[in-house]
């Protein structure tokens, strides 16, 4: 059985960091191209970086320079850095794994697998 788990959410103030880390379980995952995608209330989801098996990376254009996605094939695990923190950063983070690597990284109906998300909160 496949598991995400997400962690590292929090409310902070703007200009702050947080690092969200996804601990994944059941899958090969050094195999797997990793995501996080986000959803603020009111708001669909939407895509934030992705992270393919040979390392390559991609983001959406608002966090490109703020945000760092990285993975530890020998630990399991996916993380998100994120720096200087904004208020409309406020959102669920969800960790997502893609069996195929899809060229559709940005859509978040190619993701087979699932975490229960993370709420970040950032005051202004």
């Known amino acids: 059985q496949v598991q995400l788990v997400e962690s590292g959410g929090g409310l902070v103030q703007a200009g702050d960091s947080l690092r969200l880390s996804c601990a994944a379980s059941g899958l090969a995952f050094s195999s797997y191209a990793m995501a996080w995608f986000r959803q603020a209330p009111g708001k669909d989801r939407e895509f934030v970086a992705a992270i393919m098996p040979g390392g390559r990376k991609y983001y959406v254009d608002s966090v490109k320079g703020r945000f760092t996605i990285s993975r530890d094939n020998a630990k399991n695990a996916v993380y998100l850095q994120m720096d200087s923190l904004k208020p409309e950063d406020t959102a669920v983070y969800y960790c997502?794994?893609?069996?195929?690597?899809?060229?559709?990284?940005?859509?978040?109906?190619?993701?087979?697998?699932w975490g229960q998300g993370t709420q970040v909160t950032v005051s202004s």
């Open positions: 997502a794994a893609d069996s195929a690597g899809s060229s559709r990284y940005y859509k978040d109906t190619v993701y087979e697998h």
